[in-house]
């Protein structure tokens, strides 16, 4: 049995959504978990094992992703449809408290949430994103997302991703690159390696202007007063370093760790990563008791 039970809840506009519950204790906020923008609630599956059950970890896959269904229309996949969804998650589940960890779209997706409901967040991660993107990283993004291809088996998936992420990754070897190709691409019914998205979330991309989005600093002003870690990879072509430091002057409660020779983005078993988080986990305040 996998250490998470399989939960699902419904958007506004009728989408069936997906999330794994990995059970924790009720003394303290529950780890909310969301993945980057191709990605899904099986990025976080280390580290969910790791921090539970002395945490209770909720990773979601964002709509059009993984188990979650696919959008009717495209352009709702966008990151102010992602925060209506997880603020509808949230109340299903009565959480009043949470510690959100984003990886790139997911961390957007928690600045914004802060901007709505700053009260709730007990603390932050942010994995290697920030109010600005770098335009490099942004056309390397439009280069591949949206753009379907097929495996016969899954070492030539895991090959593929080697190829366009060895740069990112250099010190991984072929049993990592099999364990990331098993996080972005499933088994399609004709028996070939697909991958794991709705091809149309790049749909947005092409709306001349769409890219400009809210303002995310001032988003990013509802974290200043909040337990953040911020993460940066040290050779990311998203999260620019001068980005990540006047992040870490404007959040009063905030921590920048650099995780040496990887991109975008860091993994979160990365030793740096992991005792920062670890250590961030440690500032959380436990839930106060009923009664």
């Not at 352009?75 to 009565?94: F, H, K, N, W």
Request: proline fraction near 8%; hydrophobic fraction near 45%; include cysteine.
């Amino acid at each position: 049995m996998p250490p998470y039970e399989n939960r699902y809840w419904w958007s506004n506009d009728g989408v069936r959504l997906h999330y794994r519950d990995y059970p924790g204790p009720n003394t303290r906020p529950p780890l909310l978990c969301l993945p980057g923008l191709t990605r899904n609630a099986r990025d976080y599956d280390a580290l969910a094992r790791r921090l539970s059950p002395a945490w209770r970890v909720i990773t979601v896959d964002l709509r059009g992703r993984g188990d979650s269904g696919y959008a009717k229309d495209p352009m709702s996949y966008v990151p102010l449809t992602y925060v209506q969804d997880i603020e509808g998650l949230l109340a299903e589940l009565g959480v009043e408290r949470y510690v959100a960890i984003g990886t790139s779209l997911g961390g957007i997706v928690t600045m914004l949430l802060a901007g709505t409901a700053r009260a709730t967040l007990a603390g932050v991660v942010l994995n290697d994103v920030g109010p600005e993107i770098m335009p490099e990283g942004l056309s390397r993004i439009r280069g591949y997302v949206g753009k379907s291809n097929t495996w016969p088996t899954w070492l030539h998936a895991a090959r593929a991703v080697a190829e366009a992420n060895e740069s990112v990754y250099p010190a991984f070897q072929l049993e990592d690159w099999l364990a990331m190709a098993k996080r972005l691409y499933r088994l399609n019914s004709a028996g070939r390696i697909v991958l794991d998205y709705d091809m149309k979330i790049a749909e947005p991309f092409r709306v001349p202007g769409n890219e400009a989005g809210p303002d995310m600093w001032r988003a990013l002003d509802g974290l200043r007063a909040v337990p953040t870690l911020v993460l940066r990879g040290a050779t990311s072509d998203v999260f620019a370093a001068s980005v990540a430091d006047r992040m870490a002057g404007v959040l009063e409660q905030g921590e920048l760790v650099t995780i040496p020779a990887i991109g975008h983005a860091p993994t979160l078993d990365e030793p740096e990563a992991i005792a920062a988080i670890d250590r961030l986990l440690a500032r959380i305040v436990p839930e106060p008791a009923a009664g």
